[in-house]
């Protein structure tokens, strides 16, 4: 059975950072297919990252240079920096996995595990 549980947010203050773990098991993690997502209140899931074992990874136009994705292979954990944080990136955010290594970074319906969410808010 896979499983992601996301781990590391909390409230920071605009400019301040954030650093969210997806720690995740029963999933073939040398072959994965993997991004975050976020949902605020009112709005529909949107992509943030994605990141597959083949090295490619990519990130949403309002997050690059900002955001960064990075794992820990020995610890089966997935992790998402964030810099520089805006009150626009306010949202829940979701660790997800695919079952194809080949999926579609950034798109949510490619994925088919995810974890509880992480809270991150930002105060201006």
């Known amino acids: 059975q896979v499983r992601l549980v996301e781990s590391g947010g909390g409230s920071v203050q605009s400019g301040g950072s954030l650093r969210l773990s997806c720690v995740v098991s029963?999933?073939?993690?040398?072959?994965?297919?993997m991004g975050w997502f976020r949902q605020a209140p009112g709005k529909e899931r949107e992509g943030v990252g994605g990141w597959n074992t083949y090295g490619t990874d990519d990130y949403a136009a309002s997050v690059k240079s900002r955001f960064t994705i990075s794992q820990d292979n020995a610890k089966n954990t997935l992790y998402l920096q964030m810099n520089s944080l805006k009150p626009e990136d306010a949202a829940m955010y979701y660790c997800?996995?695919?079952?194809?290594?080949?999926?579609?970074?950034?798109?949510?319906?490619?994925?088919?595990?995810w974890g509880q969410g992480a809270q991150v808010t930002v105060s201006s």
């Open positions: 997800a996995a695919s079952n194809t290594y080949y999926c579609r970074l950034l798109v949510a319906s490619d994925n088919n595990y």
């Open positions: 029963g999933y073939t993690y040398s072959r994965a297919c």
